[in-house]
T-cell receptor, first 115, second 116 residues
Framework: KAGVTQTPRYLIKTRGQQVTLSCSPI?????VSWYQQTPGQGLQFLFE???????NKGNFPGRFSGRQFSNSRSEMNVSTLELGDSALYLC??????????????FGSGTRLTVV | GDSVTQMEGPVTLSEEAFLTINCTYT??????LFWYVQYPGEGLQLLLK?????DKGSNKGFEATYRKETTSFHLEKGSVQVSDSAVYFC???????????????FGKGTKLSVIP
């Protein structure tokens, strides 16, 4: 079966612009989480969504937002981009929040470069 | 809050050597523990997991045992191959333990290079 699909794979944006990243979870998975990966900070939790509701949010500024659609697909948006937002953004899906003991399945990520 | 501490890398081993990557954790509840692996240019892949004390997770020759008394989940492999070269992340999640948060908390990662 298809895995977690993230689009686009690579993105270059200019400071001050905004960007939208997309994530399609594994069919049947209803929980989607987002993580930011940078060399300095490592992997940091951004948000978790289930049934179109944000269940949890990490310690990121309000410029970072997200949403989940009725088909479980999720998008995250970063407004007023800063150089420090350059990172690999990873999406992970699981059946449901309470099923995460089975492990999350991650996508290949979107590499965002802000110049 | 929750935290995961992994041994600093990088780790360089010869093929067929024994591998240990240490991982200890701090959690408020009773977490599930995971090892993920990341190959160059790719996302994370679940390598193995354990959900309760004394559970042993295993996959592809890798093993890790959930040690509640020492709050540890060390990754081991008896004989590494060149294809095992990757970055390994230890992680925990309190989801299902009543703590309410299902997010993964990751260690900083340990880069493993295996030379022929």
């Amino acid at each position: 079966k298809a895995g977690v699909t993230q689009t686009p794979r690579y993105l270059i944006k200019t400071r001050g612009q905004q960007v939208t990243l997309s994530c399609s979870p594994i069919s049947g998975h209803r929980s989607v989480s987002w993580y930011q990966q940078t060399p300095g900070q490592g992997l940091q939790f951004l948000f978790e969504y289930f049934s179109e509701t944000q269940r949890n949010k990490g310690n990121f500024p309000g410029r970072f937002s997200g949403r989940q659609f009725s088909n479980s697909r999720s998008e995250m948006n970063v407004s007023t981009l800063e150089l420090g937002d350059s990172a690999l953004y990873l999406c992970a899906s699981s059946l449901a929040p309470g099923m995460n003991s089975y492990g999350y399945t991650f996508g290949s990520g979107t590499r965002l470069t802000v110049v | 809050g929750d935290s995961v501490t992994q041994m600093e890398g990088p780790v360089t081993l010869s093929e067929e050597a024994f591998l240990t990557i240490n991982c200890t954790y701090t959690a408020t509840g009773y977490p599930s523990l995971f090892w993920y692996v990341q190959y160059p240019g790719e996302g994370l892949q679940l390598l193995l997991k354990a959900t309760k004390a004394d559970d042993k997770g295993s996959n592809k020759g890798f093993e890790a045992t959930y040690r509640k008394e020492t709050t540890s989940f060390h990754l081991e492999k008896g004989s590494v191959q060149v294809s095992d070269s990757a970055v390994y992340f230890c992680a925990l999640s309190e989801g299902g333990s009543g703590a309410g948060s299902y997010q993964l908390t990751f260690g900083k990662g340990t880069k493993l290079s295996v030379i022929p």
